[in-house]
């Protein structure tokens, strides 16, 4: 198998040649060895790890011309999951998924009394939609850049996965405040997924844990919510993007390839 | 036949010169080693993956039955009218477990149903056929009206518009002799012809095809 060429290193990042007078690589006064003590500090988790070569090839990767702002489109979503899974930390430390009203009282208890609980659930509440609409920009974005051809295929079949989880973390997560809107979206929600045939009424049944809305379909939905699909939305993502960096990205459909001079067919 | 790379070895562990092979052994005891670790492997693996798996889908084959719920002195339900009543189908979570039931005493004139002691009173359901909302009764149109999408139901609790698949669903009901009380008892489905099926959740059609498109499930079965 051949070798793939070291990625090159920007510059900016090759350390600067001596300044007259000073010794390469010997730092001499006590300001210059503190300067140096982050590099001894990188120095030694490299040594041991050899992440830089990772880092590298993940970081300075060639992109082709013609890369535009829709490109950072997958960027926006996966800072908003971030989002979502920071908030979402931080809302399970308040929230109890107690059907018999904790619920309510504790999102209440969150929106009126937490310090900042306010700012952080509108984070998770509007966070969340602004997810749901940068996947669609950004699948669309694919589409319309044939960003999805050979041999990107297997990326969009990801992507789609990640689509469907993100829909699962949005019916999941409308249950938890747990008031009438939430209530009576779910029961829809569920007996929609009901409709299925043959399957389908298992499927409610799994999903609320019997053949009522109990507490357990509650608890049952937060551990989906919180647990489940966040795990397997990571595990996604880190796939996404590592095809991502293996394959590079594309250019836009407008870009048309320009050969060499001398490799044209009227030079051969 | 395509010729092979490397020669073809015997499948006798004496035959390939194996230090220490018994006659006729076949397998070598790496070969075995490796297959009893995968093996073992595999056990542990599914010792503790299935029971989490049937711990996660156990409610669906768990039946769940609810006890006869007093609704009031059978006099108060007139026959052209529903009066409401509120019974518990959930317990354990409060309000949120409880749900409206349309309660009125059987009409000969229209009930033409064979009668016998579960439908003295009829019974209705107000979780809409179409996707579940909470249906409400309109006296004035003697309709059941669902403020989600738009299904309306008759007297008898059978579509006259919107989406719904199929009529309302209903509870047997008694009269307790001991108290003097009617008692409302399990949720059944019906069907256009008002057939008695297993209790169904919305969405669900139950003529012709829709019956075996949409089985009853174990965890809820009729009377």
């Known amino acids: 198998m051949p070798k793939l060429p070291t990625p090159p290193i920007p510059p900016r990042f090759l350390p600067a040649p001596p300044r007259p007078g000073t010794q390469r690589g010997r730092p001499r006064t006590p300001v210059e060895k503190g300067l140096e003590a982050g590099k001894t500090v990188v120095d030694w988790v490299d040594e041991r790890t050899s992440l830089s070569g990772a880092v590298r090839w993940t970081m300075f990767r060639k992109v082709p011309k013609g890369t535009n702002w829709f490109y950072t489109l997958g960027s926006a979503t996966m800072f908003a999951f971030l989002n979502q899974a920071i908030t979402g930390v931080f809302l399970a430390m308040y929230y109890r998924p107690d059907a018999a009203g904790g619920a309510y009282e504790s999102v209440r208890h969150i929106t009126n009394d937490v310090f900042l609980g306010q700012f952080v659930r509108g984070m998770h509440k509007w966070g969340s939609s602004v997810m749901v609409i940068l996947v669609f920009l950004h699948m669309g974005r694919t589409f319309f850049f044939g960003a999805y051809k050979y041999p990107r295929e297997l990326n969009w079949v990801i992507g789609v996965v990640l689509l469907i989880l993100t829909m699962l973390m949005s019916f999941t997560g409308y249950l938890l405040p747990f008031d009438q809107r939430s209530y009576w979206a779910t029961i829809v929600g569920v007996n929609i997924n009901g409709t299925g045939p043959l399957v389908g009424p298992y499927l409610s049944d799994f999903l609320r844990g019997g053949p009522e809305f109990t507490a357990t379909t509650l608890s049952r939905f937060y551990a989906i919510h919180m647990l489940l699909v966040p795990g397997l939305i990571i595990a996604m993502i880190g796939a996404h993007l590592y095809l991502v960096a293996k394959l590079g990205t594309s250019a836009p459909p407008w870009m048309r390839p320009k050969p060499e001079p001398e490799l044209t067919e009227e030079a051969l | ?223």
């Not at chain 2, 006798?12 to 070598?28: H, K, L, Q, S």
């Not at chain 2, 798996?53 to 009218?81: H, R, Y």
């Not at chain 2, 001991?178 to 008692?183: A, F, M």
């Not at chain 2, 399990?186 to 169904?200: A, G, K, Q, T």
């Open chain 2, 1 to 223: 036949m395509a010729p092979t790379r490397r020669p073809s070895k015997s499948k006798y562990t004496a035959d390939r010169g194996i230090p220490g092979a018994f006659e006729g052994e076949t397998v070598t005891r790496r070969r075995f080693m490796t297959g009893t670790a995968h093996g073992a492997g595999a056990l542990m693996t599914m010792g503790i993956a299935l029971p989490a798996l049937a711990f996660a889908v156990g409610p669906i084959f768990k039946n769940v039955s609810l006890p006869w719920q007093p609704v009031g002195p059978p006099d108060i339900f007139p026959e052209d009218n529903y009066i409401p009543a509120i019974i518990t189908i959930a317990p354990g979570i409060g309000e949120a477990g409880k749900s409206t039931v349309y309660i009125r005493k059987r009409n000969p004139r229209v009930d033409t149903t064979p009668p016998n002691q579960y439908n003295r009173w009829v019974a209705i359901s107000t979780r809409c056929a179409h996707l579940g909302c909470p249906v409400r009764w309109v006296p004035a149109a003697e309709r059941f009206i669902c403020p989600c999408h738009g299904g309306v139901y008759d007297l008898q609790g059978m579509r006259v518009g919107g989406p719904p698949p199929r009529p309302l669903d209903r509870f047997y009901t008694r009269l307790n002799q001991d108290s003097g009380l009617v008692e409302v008892g399990r949720r059944y489905s019906v069907n256009s012809e008002l057939r008695i099926f297993s209790p169904r959740d919305p969405g669900e059609p139950l003529d012709g095809l829709g019956q075996y498109a949409y089985p009853s499930r174990p965890s809820v079965r009729a009377l």
